[in-house]
């Protein structure tokens, strides 16, 4: 979603609504690109040798969409969020005529701001359990969990929150949430907006802004909804006990590898560097990504130091010469599109360029595949997989599946 500031990049209107780019870098773009922009090894284009991908479409006309996930125990649906407020099913291609949920008046949206994000507990088909993420009528960041009250339906009253996090700005509200493997709630925050990151809260770990958090929706703490997993990194001090990494600027989009575990982070940048990040699965507890020190791997002309030991390096990166605002995506685990199975795919806002890049433990080899695509991309507001591992990719207001 894009900034409401002026000096931001403007709105795009799609099929009649209006939706902006969470994750666009601040200030003016720049024209020049380094080598060091594009390292994490060489950036390969296409190759016609390659066994062929290409996006299939599955349904236009969603408007204000941006994130589409499966369900546990539902493998002919499709859950949609649109920023205004509603989580609407897709089953077998067709959109149910009655919103699954509709938060619009608990929200704020336009921007950067509304309903960011949706997860389902890994035990849904036996609990009903999901969660949502969404910027209140006060800006602030809301965690919440509802419960089912139909297959299509679900409870409006059962609405408990988690989480409320004070927003500074109106912008860098993350807004990704995601079980791990470990079955535990992860929540990704960003800095509090503005630019450059004002208030120092990616590197402060008394702030829960430009984090990911991960908590235990399972069991109650004393005075918490929700409980500390006893292996956070600040659980006996130094910092809030919901933290698992900090130093992050705008993670708008994260994953799991649901083959390896491993998470990935796409984090966007400010006027220079988008990044993608990566720990494997059981390491990274208390990891510093470096914002707002670093801005990908360059130092970043700002008054904070990097905080503790030094910042975990991004696994790939590009200039704002080949977009300006990441769009993180997952690890290929389906078997449509063989020639994906394996690999990180990942896409620019702004440009729609696709890349990919061989999955862990080592990450590598990072591929340009924009030209493999029969679709040109534009706004791709996120990715999204379904149970069996198909991935989908939202650009445009139009949802597709990857596939041979």
Not at 356 to 383: I, K, Q, W, Y
């Amino acid at each position: 979603m894009r900034r409401p500031l002026a000096h931001l990049a403007a709105a795009v209107v799609l099929a009649g609504g209006a939706i902006g780019l969470t994750a666009c870098g601040d200030g003016a773009r720049t024209a020049a690109a380094s080598a060091s922009d594009d390292r994490a090894g060489a950036v390969r284009s296409e190759a016609a040798t390659r066994p062929p991908f290409r996006l299939t479409r599955v349904a236009g006309g969603l408007r204000d969409a941006l994130y589409v996930t499966g369900a546990p125990g539902q493998a002919s649906r499709l859950y949609v969020v649109r920023q205004s407020g509603t989580i609407r099913i897709m089953q077998r291609g067709r959109m149910l005529a009655t919103p699954f949920l509709n938060v619009s008046r608990e929200i704020r949206s336009g921007g950067e701001q509304g309903l960011l994000g949706l997860a389902f507990h890994p035990q849904y088909a036996r609990n009903g359990r999901f969660y949502v993420n969404y910027t209140d009528t006060a800006g602030d960041t809301r965690v919440v969990e509802y419960r089912r009250a139909s297959a299509n339906r679900a409870r409006a009253s059962s609405a408990r929150t988690l989480l409320r996090i004070p927003q500074p700005f109106a912008n860098h509200n993350g807004g990704h949430i995601a079980f791990g493997p470990d079955g535990l709630l992860y929540v990704a925050t960003g800095d509090g907006g503005a630019a450059g990151d004002p208030e120092g809260n990616g590197q402060d770990t008394s702030s829960l802004l430009g984090k990911i958090l991960r908590i235990d929706v399972d069991r109650r703490d004393r005075g918490r909804q929700y409980a500390i997993p006893p292996r956070n990194p600040f659980v006996t001090g130094g910092g809030r006990p919901e933290i698992f990494a900090y130093g992050l600027r705008n993670p708008w989009r994260f994953s799991f590898d649901r083959t390896r575990g491993d998470l990935w982070i796409g984090d966007v940048g400010q006027n220079r560097v988008e990044e993608i990040d990566f720990l494997r699965k059981g390491t990274g507890a208390g990891a510093n990504f470096g914002w707002n020190a670093y801005e990908g791997r360059s130092a970043f002309a700002g008054p904070t130091a990097v905080r503790g030991r030094s910042p975990v390096r991004p696994v790939a990166q590009y200039s704002h010469a080949r977009g300006c605002s990441v769009t993180g995506g997952y690890v290929y685990r389906g078997t449509r599109a063989p020639a994906l199975r394996g690999r990180y795919v990942f896409a620019d806002f702004c440009t729609g360029e696709l890349w990919t890049m061989r999955a862990g433990p080592r990450p590598g080899g990072l591929r340009r595949d924009t030209g493999r695509l029969n679709v040109e991309l534009r706004n791709v507001t996120s990715f999204g997989e379904g149970n069996g591992g198909d991935l989908y990719v939202i650009s445009r207001g139009t949802l597709y599946r990857f596939s041979r």
